[in-house]
């Protein structure tokens, strides 16, 4: 019996990290998401912050434009689109991690994967775990 991948919602940072640095834990766990062994879930918000960040990093992440739009259209391509309908702000101390958290209780995953799990203790009143990227990749052994 096949057991379906783990769900998450991948905070903006650890795409970042994935994308500046190939060596790292967030790069893996952009790569299981490739791979099928993770599930991320997307709404069209985070999608929109995805792409500000990048773009505004392109230089540090030495990236070109349309090597950041493969990025995201990959990313949607396999991502479970989720819309949102009931705003919890303000829950968080950054409005676009409430994005991340509304994201999270509306598609029902279990985990928020991010560096920032300062930021996100509310998140448990939701029964949603905040992790890093390692955990998610240690739960995959």
């Not at 766990?29 to 709404?43: D, E, H, M, P, W």
């Not at 448990?124 to 905040?130: K, S």
Request: hydrophobic share 50%; net charge negative; with cysteine.
């Amino acid at each position: 019996m096949k057991v379906a991948p783990p769900r998450i919602v991948l905070d903006t940072n650890v795409l970042y990290a994935g994308l500046y640095s190939a060596s790292g834990k967030s790069h893996q766990l952009l790569r299981a998401i490739a791979a099928s062994k993770v599930s991320i879930a997307l709404s069209a918000p985070l999608l929109f912050e995805y792409e500000d960040v990048l773009k505004r990093n392109q230089a540090v992440l030495n990236l070109a434009n349309f090597e950041i739009e493969a990025v995201l259209d990959n990313l949607c391509a396999l991502a479970e689109h989720q819309s949102v309908y009931f705003l919890w702000r303000p829950c968080l101390p950054d409005p676009n991690d409430d994005m991340v958290l509304e994201l999270a209780v509306a598609a029902r995953v279990s985990r928020i994967v991010t560096f920032n799990a300062g930021d996100f203790r509310p998140a448990a009143r939701f029964g949603i775990e905040v992790v890093t990227p390692r955990i998610v990749l240690e739960s995959l052994q």
